[in-house]
């Protein structure tokens, strides 16, 4: 999956909000940093990110997802 191409579908986007959701909450980046690596304009960007919080609250399932790979990522990390 190309998560810096132009596409719209839901699965690249949604991707591309959990990633700046993890990054900005426990990697320090800004959505600004965001925008530009994926080539996204800060509107758009700021509503998903908006819209996977709200549904983080609503779906245990997708907590639990969300909490894998942020535990990936900040595994990767810290090493």
């Not at 997802?65 to 810290?78: A, N, Y």
């Amino acid at each position: 999956m190309e998560l810096t191409s132009a596409s719209r579908a839901r699965h690249p986007a949604e991707a591309r909000a959990i990633i700046a959701l993890i990054g900005m909450d426990h990697c320090d980046f800004s959505l600004s940093d965001f925008t530009h690596y994926f080539n996204r304009n800060m509107p758009s960007m700021s509503r998903l990110v908006k819209d996977v919080r709200t549904r983080l609250t609503k779906s245990q399932s997708m907590h639990e997802r969300m909490e894998h790979i942020k535990d990936q990522i900040t595994t990767i990390s810290e090493a």
